[in-house]
């Protein structure tokens, strides 16, 4: 199994909504990502957990809540979005906690659209 | 400041004919270099890496070519077929802790084959 799996995949939201977005995976890896991407822009990185702690936060406003429960979920908790947190959201996993060896690489979801009215 | 550059949005290929993508950084510390193919409403999916002691690693249709002292990637895919449209993404590791460990991604090719 190399899947990561993301749900939902769709998902519109009101300003005032708080809602989640969930990851899995089940290959055993100890490092989990979210990702923000823009259309015709990168992936951008939002936070990563290593082992079930959370080792980076990319100043992400407040209004994004990370939690991971245990080694294979991940979930992203969203409330008072604004309209421009529409995007692609991608959840990716590792084996470790950074990319220190040369046959290291991402999975990644096959991310939620999120639309933020 | 963008640390991963690829400098042509988009490319259009005929059937059959070779693909070339290219990517630039520009930090020296980078030593590992992957591509991701992207689908429209998809993640991206890992194609293919090479490592900073190798100038070229191959897998079927798909070569990358790194030349370090030029600070430039590139990706040949032959023969280019119409399912390889997608868009494609460079990314950048420094592996001895450099940029935490993550990838720095670039801001992707739209590859386009023509049947």
């Known amino acids: 199994d190399t899947e990561v799996t993301q749900t939902p995949k769709h998902l519109v939201m009101g300003m005032t909504n708080k809602k989640s977005l969930k990851c899995e995976q089940h290959m055993g890896h100890r490092a989990m990502y979210w990702y923000k991407q823009k259309a015709k822009k990168p992936p951008e990185l939002m936070f990563v957990?290593?082992?079930?702690?959370?080792?980076i936060n990319e100043s992400v406003p407040s209004r994004f809540s990370p939690e991971c429960p245990n080694s294979s979920l991940l979930n992203l908790h969203l409330h008072a979005l604004q309209p421009e947190d529409s995007a692609l959201y991608l959840c990716?996993?590792?084996?470790?906690?950074?990319?220190?060896?040369?046959?290291?690489?991402?999975?990644f979801g096959s991310g939620t659209q999120l639309s933020v009215l | 400041d963008q640390q991963v550059k690829q400098n042509s949005p988009s490319l259009s290929v005929q059937e059959g004919r070779i693909s070339i993508l290219n990517c630039d950084y520009t930090n020296s510390m980078f030593d590992y270099f992957l591509w991701y193919k992207k689908y429209p409403a998809e993640g991206p999916t890992f194609l293919i890496s090479?490592?900073?002691?190798?100038d070229k690693n191959e897998d079927g249709r798909f070569t990358v070519f790194l030349n370090k002292s030029a600070k430039h990637l590139s990706l040949h895919i032959v023969p280019s077929q119409p399912g390889d449209s997608a868009v494609y993404f460079c990314a950048a590791s420094d592996t001895n802790g450099g940029s935490q460990g993550n990838l720095i991604f670039g801001k992707g090719t739209k590859l386009s084959v023509k049947p």
């Open positions: 957990y290593s082992y079930e702690k959370l080792s």
């Open positions: 990716a996993s590792s084996s470790k906690g950074a990319i220190t060896s040369w046959n290291e690489k991402l999975f």
């Open positions: 090479i490592s900073s002691i190798k």
